[in-house]
């Protein structure tokens, strides 16, 4: 089994389908895959602060079912636990949301398995996944690449990882208290990149693994991952944008990938069942 972790609200469907159809596309194994989805409802911070619905979910499955009947797609709602844990900390309105927060629950969750890939939503695979899970993370909390930005700013913190792609060690993670630590961090202090500063912490033993597995500038031949993350540009003057996949005529124009071109043909055409499928119900 191949078990996966994405967090985030309703938006972060358009997110997780093409990050999905990505990995269907680019990794032959018939194991099947157990994809997690930690949602939350905290409207009272913000309006669009709702789970995924039930709907996206049901329709997440039958996609994931198409290519392997086994493979199963759940959503858990964590609400209680965030309220517990986090409701009016220091970190509650941090740069991002915070349902970037939710995957420091994954310990408390009772259903987690004891290894699982973290992914953010802004993401496309380039090859099998199976090469970055099959890594051996027996001896470690977790393995992570590099932040792109971060090790040439920062080079002097050498724990300093994206935190966007982490395949997690569950069972060393518990034995070590790395996400209990975390969330200690979150509660305390307020921290500049929130969840990822925490995690980073409070490591115990870490392995970086090699930029190709989390590529959030270039697309190399080699890449496993491309996380389209927010970028600075040079040109026509020095300035950043934050061009996502599902954007993907904006991001086909910017970046001219056609590696994801079939990638991206199937990701449209079911996000348009999906959007049909939901307007008949309606």
Same mark, same amino acid.
């Given at each position: @089994?191949?078990?996966?972790?994405? &967090? *985030?609200?309703?938006?972060?469907?358009? *997110?997780?389908? &093409?990050?999905? =159809? &990505? !990995?269907? @596309?680019?990794?032959?194994? $018939?194991? #099947? %895959?157990? !994809?997690?989805? %930690?949602? @939350?409802? =905290?409207?009272?911070?913000?309006?669009? /602060?709702? #789970?995924?619905?039930?709907?996206?979910?049901? %329709?997440?499955? +039958?996609?994931?079912? &198409? /290519?392997?009947? +086994?493979?199963?797609?759940? $959503?858990?709602?964590?609400? +209680?636990? /965030?309220?517990? +844990? %986090?409701?009016n900390s220091p970190n509650e309105q941090c740069y991002c949301s915070p349902y970037t927060l939710l995957r420091l629950f994954a310990d408390l969750v009772p259903e987690m398995p004891d290894k699982v890939l973290y992914l953010d939503v802004d993401l496309l695979f380039n090859k099998d996944i199976r090469l970055l899970y099959d890594i051996d993370v027996g001896n470690y909390e977790y393995a992570a690449a590099p932040d792109h930005y971060g090790k040439l700013i920062l080079f002097w913190q050498r724990k300093f990882i994206n935190a966007g792609v982490i395949l997690f060690n569950i069972a060393k993670c518990k034995e070590t208290g790395l996400f209990s630590k975390s969330r200690e961090e979150i509660k305390k202090h307020k921290l500049t990149f929130a969840d990822e500063s925490a995690i980073i912490r409070s490591t115990t033993k870490q392995l970086k693994i090699s930029q190709r597995f989390n590529d959030q500038k270039f697309l190399y031949k080699e890449t496993v991952i491309r996380h389209f993350s927010k970028r600075l540009f040079y040109l026509p003057y020095p300035h950043t944008e934050n061009i996502k996949q599902w954007n993907w005529a904006k991001m086909m124009c910017k970046f001219k990938y056609k590696c994801f071109a079939d990638i991206l043909e199937d990701y449209i055409y079911l996000k348009r069942k999906f959007e049909l499928e939901t307007a008949h119900k309606s």
């Open positions: @089994m191949i078990n996966l972790l994405f &967090s *985030g609200n309703f938006k972060v469907f358009d *997110g997780i389908l &093409s990050c999905l =159809v &990505s !990995i269907f @596309m680019r990794t032959d194994t $018939k194991e #099947p %895959f157990n !994809i997690l989805v %930690f949602t @939350m409802d =905290v409207h009272h911070l913000r309006e669009d /602060y709702v #789970p995924v619905t039930d709907a996206q979910i049901e %329709f997440l499955n +039958e996609v994931a079912k &198409s /290519y392997n009947k +086994e493979n199963v797609v759940r $959503k858990i709602d964590v609400t +209680e636990i /965030y309220n517990k +844990e %986090f409701a």
